[in-house]
Every structure is written in C-alpha cells, then in structure tokens.
C-alpha cells in the first residue's frame, strides 16, 4: 500500500469530519498485486518484439525521409520508449488512447497500419489524418486512437471526458492518456486528474518520464523526481516503474487498467523510458551528459531487453529472428512505397473538415461568393 | 550600421535594456542553459546569471501570472513564450491580469511587461503551431501589440517596449529570425505606435505588419512591371494604431488592400478596414479589400498549406481587383 491509500479515512470518519485528508469514500483500494492476463507465452513476447521493432524501423525511415525533406515540420521520433506503448496496449486494445506529439509509436501500438503512419508523415490523401495533420496530429477512429495533439498537457483533459463518456454510456472501456514528464508541469495537467478522481473516472493517465522536456532536464523543471507523487496531493491511485522491458510494462499497466474499468477511478502511471534522438529532428540534443546515451543504448533499450529474454528464456533462434527481421523489412519498404505512391490532398478539398468557413466576400482568390445583393441595390437606386 | 540576423538585434535589444535596468529579468522556456528554443537569448544566461534569465516549466499559465504579479510590484519581466500557440494557455493571466490591473486597480498598480516570441505560421506545423494571434491581443484594451518585418525595426520596437510603462505583446517570427538587415551601431528606439511606408506609391495603399510585409514588396515589384505602382506601409504597432500614416496613404492613393496572416472574420484587417471607411469614405475610389490566411486551421500539406498563407499572386489580384485592371 502507498502513503495515499493509507492516508485515507474510513467512510465513517470521512463523513464525520468534512476536515479530513481525503473524502473518497472508504479510502483507496490498492492496486491488484497480479493483473488480469495470462502469463505471457513465446509467440506472443515475439509478436510485441516484432511490433517494437517495426515502431523502431519505421522512424529510422522516416528520419531518413525527413533529411530529404520528403517529410516536412515537426517530428519527434519515439525510438528508445517504444516497450511502453508495446507493453500497455496488450491489455487495453478495445480501449481509448491519446497521446502528445511524439506519437507515431502509439498509433502503431494501437493498431494504426506502417502505411497510413508513414503516408500521413509524407502529408498525403491516404494518410492517418489524410495529410492534414502530419506528425504529431495521427488520429485512426477505426483503432480507437483519439490523436497526436502539440499543446503539451492540452489533451489530458481530453481524455478526462473520453474517459468520461465510457463510464456515461457503461461501456467497460478504460482512456489511456500519454504524455511527457513536461507535461506534468501543465495546469491542463493538473485540473484534469482533479476532475478524473472526483467523477471516479475509468482513466489511466501515464506520464512517460524520459528525463527531458525538450533540453531541459528533470531536475531543471521540477523539484519532484517521480511524476507519479503527484496523485497523492489528487488523491489518486499511482504507480512508477522503469519501462524499459515490455513485459513489466505489459504487466503494470493491465493492473492499472483492469483496477480502472472494475470502477475504482483512474490511476497515475510514471513509466521511465528514454529517448535515444533529439526531442525532434531539429534537436542535436547535445545538453546530455556525456555517456548518458551510450549507457541507456546499452543497457536500457527495449529491443535489446526482449531479444535477450526472446532467445536466452524462450530459445527463439536466429533464423526465426532473421525472418521476423526481413517481415519488418518488407512491411516499412511497402509502407515507404505507399507513402510515396499516395496522391497529395485535393485542393477542393481544403474547406472540406472546417464547419462554416467564412470567406471573402470579393471572391479574390477563390471562388464567388454564394449570396446576391443586387435586389437591395436595385430598389435603392429606382 | 552592423548586419545583424533579427535575432541578433532582439538579443541586443534585450542584452543592453538588461544592462541599464536591474529590473528587467527574462523568463520562459529553454531561454536559458539551451539558449533558446530559437537562439534568440543564446549567451544572456552567462552574461546575467540563472537570477535573471530563468528557465521554466512548461507551465505558460504559471509563469505568466508569476510576470504580471513581479511587475505590479515593480520588476520588469520579460516573459517569453516559445511560440504565441502556447501562450493561449496563458491567456487568461495577458489578458484578465496584464491588460487589465493598472485600470481595475483605479491606477495603483500596472504591468509593465514584455510577453514576447513567434507568431503566426512557419513551415508545415500544422493546426496547433501556426496560429496568428494578432487579433486576439490586439483585441484588447490595456495592452499594446507590436510587431516587425526588419532587424532595424526589431531592435528599435524592443527597445521602445521594454521602456513601456504598460505590458507589451511582442510578435516575432519564427521564419525571419535568421534573416539580416542594417542596424544602426548607436542605441535607437522606435515609439510605439509610429506606421512606416516602406514603399511611396501612387495607384493603391497595400496595409499590412510582420513577415507580410515582404509579401506585399514582392507584389508591389510584379505590379510596377505592369505600371501599377504601389504603396506599403508596415503598420508595426497594431496598438496603438498609426492613423496618420494610414489615412494619410489611403487619402492619396484612394485604394487600399489590407494584407495579413490572421484569418479574415473578425480578424485585424476588419479593423483597419472598417476605420478607412469611417475616416475616408468620401475619397475611396473602391472597397477595401482584405488577403488574410484562409478560413481553416492550417493543414499540414504542403500544397494546402500554401493555398492557406497570403502570397504575393493572392496581393496582386486583389490590387486588380480594386483597380479594375
Ligand atoms: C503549451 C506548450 N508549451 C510549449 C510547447 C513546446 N514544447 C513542445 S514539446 C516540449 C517538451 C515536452 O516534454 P515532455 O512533456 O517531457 O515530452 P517529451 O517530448 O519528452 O516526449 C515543449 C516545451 C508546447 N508544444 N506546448
Ligand atoms: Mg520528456
């Protein structure tokens, strides 16, 4: 049990004392110590290592893409956190997510296809958001994934009133919202988890720490180190773990998950990643400390961690990961390809997704003005 | 005169305003150990120490209410927003607190303050990155709203702002940071509030601010080939407004178009527009008329991005249009 849940009162005295630390009623329940999934087999540990690593060469090929201007903007590539998203999306497919702008990874994790991520990053019609979002606006209905948004903090209320919306119509379904340890600096931020623990929101609210916001570092934005203390002062249920193995992520975020749709309330995850390239492509990221990259490379990358346990526990060989290896080749190759191939937006469309655009009234540049004047006009002059 | 880029001469606006007035202090994100989201305060860290060039959270709302309350009570801060998209998230404490204390408070206490940073659209950042906010400061009464196309004007306009008794919005440009011009060696303050004509024309009065300033030049070029010869005129402050120089060109040439990057409705231009005709409705030749960005947020895409942002072809059709050739 952690210090909010202890701290919490007794219905009783809750009632008794409107003065009381926390008014949940009954106090917290901690978090279940085993999560609703089965153990994890083989097929499925290479199934989440195919998908990080298919996450991982799709952003190689888009930074590749970006150095020749084939891909325009802002992007932030996710390469080195990709075990979060893996981990966290096995228990909560059927589930709701939004993310910030560093987002490619948990479109893909969800279930967003290489093609429409890497056609939306070229800013063309087939795209995730048909070109008119780009890198950090990746929204897929279809795979339930509500969006890259590039207000930091902005869309965690967001998620509050997705959250919200599944717990109205009873659906049993769980918004997960992820975000940046800079983000937890937001008032947006702040006021949505407010809201999530008094409505007792299905929410899972995961700050992924990778120790920087832009160049700052953590110890330069705040004087907190785990992000995840911040729930108690909410009275929230929290969690923090290091999520650099897909597999513990797997684990602590379907505990999460399952402890928000039993009806419990939301949950704040800090999950600590890093991430291995600048905060975008414009970013030489050269504030680290010396071997700090190096060291996390090493020792802290999610590919390397589940390789090792795929071939050391679960005698995967090398010629079934050379074969997974090509699969992931060929599906980026056909993704590029796609991209490529897909046709630009159609210009006619610009005015397609604004409700009630208000144009010139004097026609300059584009079409005429729908109304008339003449009658008015006419009277005044006969 | 030095070549300056213009975040140069931003930098050496506030690096010498700083030097003779221990009051002012600059605050925002990566403005300090990273010099700079867009290196426009790079070195002010080691001049002036973490006291007075603070990096903060992302936490707009908070550090721009942190400014307003130190300048009620006497410090002049700098308030940097790494762009204007974020400073909606603050714009609450600009607009309720800064713009409106010196007045609610019957004139005891006032906010004299620079919120600065880009503004408007730069290269394919989409729907929440290109805001132009112009017309959502400028809409207000208790604050000024300046801005430049130059390094000369940057420079000059900075000065003149953090001298201000009032808080001051500030529009940079991402795009033209790097962009240099002429400026002068010894110190130059440009007053709030003057309008300048950048071009002496005849035919028509092109009005506009910012980066559309080059816009309307490169018009104004294609537009002598054909013998139509053009004024513009770089408004700089949006307020307080110049109406001496702005009526004062429209009177001569008769004919105005006003030039952009804020979407149309209810956007500066209207202003400007619905003042010429109050002033001058006697002498307009024709409508004025008005080339803004196009009424949707911005698409990523290059091509509906360019469709989006005023340009010169959009300038020059309008000034037809209001010649009638
Ligand atoms: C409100 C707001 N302020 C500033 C920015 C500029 N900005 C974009 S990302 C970023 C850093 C965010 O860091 P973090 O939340 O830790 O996420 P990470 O990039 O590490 O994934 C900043 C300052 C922004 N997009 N929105
Ligand atoms: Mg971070």
Redesign the interface.
């Known amino acids: 049990m952690d210090a909010a849940t202890q701290r919490g009162p007794a219905q009783a005295e809750a009632q008794a004392s409107p003065h009381s630390a926390v008014h949940t009623q009954g106090g917290l329940l901690p978090l279940p110590t085993q999560s609703s999934l089965p153990a994890i087999t083989r097929d499925e540990l290479l199934g989440l290592y195919r998908q990080m690593a298919l996450i991982r060469r799709v952003e190689e090929l888009a930074a590749k893409a970006y150095t020749q201007r084939k891909i325009?903007?802002?992007c932030h590539l996710y390469i080195g956190q990709e075990s979060v998203a893996v981990g966290a999306a096995v228990a909560t497919k059927g589930d709701y997510w939004m993310a910030a702008y560093r987002e490619h990874g948990h479109a893909m994790a969800k279930g967003t296809s290489a093609r429409a991520v890497m056609a939306e990053l070229y800013?063309?019609r087939d795209g995730a958001?048909r070109?008119?979002?780009?890198s950090?606006?990746i929204f897929d209905r279809e795979h339930d994934f509500l969006g890259g948004?590039?207000?930091?903090?902005?869309h965690v209320p967001l998620a509050a009133g997705v959250a919200f919306a599944a717990k109205y119509r009873g659906e049993g379904r769980v918004a997960l919202c992820y975000f940046g340890d800079?983000?937890a600096?937001?008032?947006?931020f702040f006021e949505a988890l407010c809201l999530a623990q008094l409505y007792k929101l299905p929410a899972v609210f995961i700050c992924e720490n990778n120790f920087y916001?832009?160049?700052?570092p953590l110890h330069?934005?705040?004087a907190l180190a785990d992000m995840s203390l911040r729930a108690d002062g909410i009275g929230m249920q929290r969690d923090a773990f290091e999520g650099f193995d897909v597999e513990l992520v797997r684990e602590r975020v379907a505990r999460a998950a399952d402890y928000a749709r039993a009806g419990n309330g939301p949950v704040m995850l800090e999950i600590v990643t890093y991430r291995h390239r600048g905060h975008s492509m414009s970013d030489p990221a050269k504030?680290r400390p010396a071997g700090e990259l190096e060291q996390y490379k090493e020792e802290s990358d999610p590919l390397k961690i589940t390789l090792r346990r795929l071939t050391e526990d679960f005698g995967v060989t090398e010629a079934e990961l050379e074969a997974l290896q090509a699969g992931v080749e060929a599906e980026c190759e056909d993704a590029v390809a796609f991209a490529e191939a897909s046709p630009?937006?159609d210009?006619a469309d610009?005015?397609r997704?604004?409700y009630a655009?208000?144009?010139?009234t004097?026609g300059?540049?584009?079409a005429a003005p729908t109304f008339t004047i003449p009658a008015l006009r006419a009277q005044k002059e006969g | 005169m030095a070549t300056l880029q213009i975040r140069e001469a931003l930098r050496r606006a506030m690096v010498e305003e700083m030097r003779r007035d221990d009051r002012i202090f600059l605050m925002g994100e990566e403005v300090g150990h990273y010099n700079g989201a867009y290196k426009v305060s790079q070195g002010m860290l080691e001049e002036f120490g973490e006291q007075r060039v603070i990096d903060t959270p992302i936490s707009e709302n908070g550090f721009a209410g942190l400014g307003v309350g130190a300048a009620m009570v006497g410090l002049r801060p700098i308030i940097e927003f790494m762009t204007w998209n974020f400073s909606l998230v603050a714009y609450d404490q600009v607009i309720n607190s800064a713009a409106k204390i010196y007045q609610m408070s019957g004139g005891q206490y006032s906010a004299p303050m620079v919120f600065r940073g880009p503004n408007g659209t730069a290269e394919n950042l989409a729907a929440q990155h290109s805001t132009s906010v112009d017309s959502l400061y400028a809409h207000f009464p208790g604050l000024k709203v300046v801005t430049y196309c130059d390094a000369a004007d940057a420079y000059g306009l900075l000065k003149a702002a953090l001298r201000d008794d009032g808080p001051v919005c500030f529009l940079e440009s991402e795009l033209t940071y790097g962009m240099k011009g002429e400026v002068p060696d010894e110190e130059h303050i440009i007053p709030l509030g003057q309008a300048k004509v950048r071009r002496a024309g005849r035919d028509l009065s092109l009005i506009t601010w910012g980066k559309q300033v080059f816009t309307c030049e490169a018009a104004a070029k294609q537009l002598e080939a054909d013998g139509i010869d053009v004024e513009v005129v770089d408004l700089r402050s949006l307020r307080p407004l110049d109406h001496q120089t702005l009526f004062a060109s429209v009177a001569k040439t008769r004919r105005a178009v006003v030039v952009h990057e804020g979407h149309l409705f209810a956007g500066v231009g209207a202003e400007i527009v619905a003042r010429l005709q109050e002033a001058l409705f006697d002498v307009l030749e024709a409508p004025v008329l008005r080339v803004t960005s196009r009424d949707v947020p911005q698409p990523y895409a290059s091509n509906l991005e360019k469709l989006v942002n005023p340009d010169a072809a959009r300038v020059v059709e309008a000034v037809r249009k209001s010649l009638g050739r």
Do not use: N
């Open positions: 325009l903007g802002f800013g063309r958001s070109g008119l979002g780009g950090m606006h948004y590039g207000i930091v903090g902005a800079g983000a600096h937001q008032g947006a916001a832009m160049g700052t330069r934005q705040s504030y630009i937006p210009p610009l005015y997704y604004t655009p208000q144009q010139t004097m300059v540049g584009e």
